[in-house]
């Protein structure tokens, strides 16, 4: 599968951007889907995530009650719907995918596929 993140862009605090990831391939629904984002001088994180058939999400705790993923298998393609925005959520966000157990969902090494990132700008 490849994948095609775009949606970012630059936004006032407290306003919203949604992020789509397009998967190439048919057995998108096969992968378990993440998105991931990386500010300037640290590391990647873990953002969100949803299992195959979009029954269950998992968020980081600073994105809880502000984020929502979602998934639309017929269009092979994951959404990221950010609200609420703050200047913490500055970075590039990246989607992917893995093949892994939805119990390692969160770890960075179990996604085999990612995306090129989308650039998330929040001004204060």
């Known amino acids: 599968v490849q994948l095609q993140a775009s949606g970012g862009g630059l936004v006032q605090a407290g306003g919203s951007l949604r992020l789509s990831c397009a998967a190439s391939?048919?057995?998108?629904?096969?992968?378990?889907m993440g998105w991931f984002r990386q500010a300037p001088g640290t590391e990647r994180e873990f953002v969100a995530c949803?299992?195959?058939?979009?029954?269950?999400?998992d968020y980081a705790d600073s994105v809880k009650g502000r984020f929502t993923i979602s998934r639309d298998n017929a269009k092979n393609t994951v959404y990221l719907q950010m609200n609420n925005l703050k200047p913490e959520d500055t970075a590039v966000y990246y989607c992917?995918?893995?093949?892994?157990?939805?119990?390692?969902?969160?770890?960075?090494?179990?996604?085999?596929?990612w995306g090129q990132g989308t650039l998330v700008t929040v001004s204060s």
């Open positions: 992917a995918a893995s093949t892994s157990i939805w119990g390692l969902r969160a770890r960075e090494s179990v996604y085999g596929t």
């Open positions: 391939g048919r057995t998108y629904n096969r992968y378990v």
């Open positions: 949803t299992s195959r058939n979009g029954g269950s999400t």
